[in-house]
């Protein structure tokens, strides 16, 4: 027994050792990219105990080789405004890791997208994808455009330009974008006209999140927020809890806000604050979800004007704000980094019993700690808003078979999905000396299926 002991820290010594010096080299080697840095960070940190009990992951160099991606693409998007002037921004595709499927992943349209943005949001789509059991690799890409403001013929010539270039490293069984923030059915629609264009045939899986008359799957518009309000659920319902008669904070107010707070009141919650990039509003009674929607799923308009409409709400400005409203449930929902220690602190005093991130890597490292330490129920992004791709599959899995399943079956594939996906998380959690915390749980499940393909697959 003391022998085992002794062993058992030897090898937990030598996985700390291996993980800080294929840190150290991924960090060197990515100085200023700071979000991809706390991405990899996080993921290394909760494989210790992985690469303790099973050391041909170090031996196979899996952590180095993991964090570099298969290819990078960086292109040029020239187009031009309605007032005639040619404008230049930069687009982005990451390939990161082809090992389970071909790269699957989002376009983000957003001023803060650069290198750094794009690679954190591909390495965790690595692990993501992997966890909803669909054979999906990761990629991700974008552009630095702004679409705020922009006119429809403006979204469009950008879009164009942006695939003119981008459609080279695409295809079905190759690359297989999808939205993100700033990206929805009308981008993708105009990303799907131009590659059939160029290239002359109907690829109908080269794109997911089309619109429901050319090849878009029942469910995937409400996938993402549907499948977190679904995680959740499946979380709190272990602790004897769930979202009826809870009160709910959902930051955000795009296309994953809206659909968790449908889902959400659904349930038979009371959600009562939501945001945009401005400011958040707080609505005591309930939000009124149809007049969110209007607002920003069909408009073009600020969240504060929710206000004009329903007099008793109250609107603030700033988004940090929004979690000093009590709640039951948060679901951040909104973009990376957007609660940080205090903010979390904040929410534990006022009692908040679980957390979902709704958005990819919302909370700090440290606020997550924060909660898992409080042992306040943690839903992490990689596995609670893992619904969004997992129904992209779906779509992909339509598409090649050329049928169209009901939305009846869609949703019940991603309840499914989700409740697999928080089983397997609590599982390896557990495995590996970790019960309770599914930041790891969720790491190491996703981790070890791409790991062990990768071996198999040799060093390519
Ligand atoms: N952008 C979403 C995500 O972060 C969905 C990606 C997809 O459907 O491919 O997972």
Redesign the pocket.
């Known amino acids: 027994m003391q022998i085992l002991e002794r062993v058992e820290e030897t090898d937990i010594q030598s996985a700390r050792d291996y993980v800080t010096k294929a840190y150290e080299t991924v960090r060197k080697r990515n100085r200023h990219e700071s979000e991809f840095l706390q991405a990899v960070k996080e993921i290394f940190d909760s494989l210790v105990p992985v690469l303790a009990r099973h050391p041909k992951y170090i031996e196979h160099r899996i952590l180095e080789r993991i964090a570099e991606p298969e290819r990078m693409i960086v292109f040029k998007v020239p187009w031009v405004d309605d007032q005639g002037n040619v404008q230049v921004n930069r687009g982005f595709r990451v390939q990161f890791n082809s090992a389970i499927g071909p790269y699957?992943?989002?376009i983000?349209f957003h001023p803060s997208v650069n290198a750094s943005i794009i690679k954190f949001?591909g390495f965790e789509?690595i692990f993501?994808n992997s966890l909803t059991g669909q054979p999906i690799g990761g990629g991700k890409g974008g552009a630095d455009f702004d679409p705020k403001g922009k006119s429809d013929r403006e979204i469009m010539s950008f879009t164009q330009s942006f695939m003119n270039e981008l459609c080279k490293y695409m295809g079905p069984d190759t690359d297989?974008?999808?939205?993100?923030i700033g990206v929805g059915a009308r981008e993708i629609g105009y990303m799907f006209g131009q590659y059939k264009k160029i290239r002359g045939r109907y690829d109908a899986g080269v794109l997911?999140?089309k619109g429901l008359e050319y090849g878009g799957s029942f469910t995937r518009k409400e996938a993402?927020g549907y499948g977190l309000v679904y995680f959740v659920e499946e979380m709190m319902k272990d602790q004897g809890l769930s979202f009826k008669g809870s009160t709910v904070v959902v930051s955000g107010s795009g296309n994953v806000a809206l659909y968790a707070m449908e889902k959400a009141a659904q349930f038979g919650a009371k959600v009562v604050a939501c945001s945009d990039s401005d400011g958040y509003i707080y609505d005591k009674n309930g939000i009124h979800l149809d007049t969110v929607k209007r607002l920003k799923e069909f408009g073009n308009k600020r969240i504060s004007e929710y206000v004009d409409e329903h007099p008793e709400a109250r609107y603030f400005t700033g988004c940090l704000g929004i979690w000093s409203v009590p709640c039951d449930i948060a679901l951040p929902c909104a973009t990376q980094n957007e609660m940080d220690e205090k903010a979390a602190q904040v929410l534990i005093e006022n009692g908040v019993k679980a957390i979902g991130e709704g958005a990819?890597m919302p909370c700090s490292q440290e606020a997550a700690r924060q909660f898992l330490d409080s042992g306040i129920l943690f839903g992490p992004a990689k596995a609670a808003?893992?619904g969004?791709?997992a129904?992209?599959a779906l779509e992909m899995a339509q598409n090649s078979t050329r049928l169209r399943w009901t939305a009846e079956e869609t949703d019940a594939r991603l309840r499914g999905i989700m409740t697999d996906i928080y089983r397997k998380s609590v599982k390896a959690a557990s495995e590996y000396g970790r019960a309770g915390y599914l930041t790891d749980g969720c790491n190491i499940a996703g981790f070890m299926k791409v790991a062990d393909a990768m071996i198999a697959q040799g060093v390519v």
């Open positions: 699957k992943g989002g983000r949001l789509q993501k297989i974008p999808a939205g993100d997911t999140g993402t990819n808003n893992a969004g791709v129904v992209s």
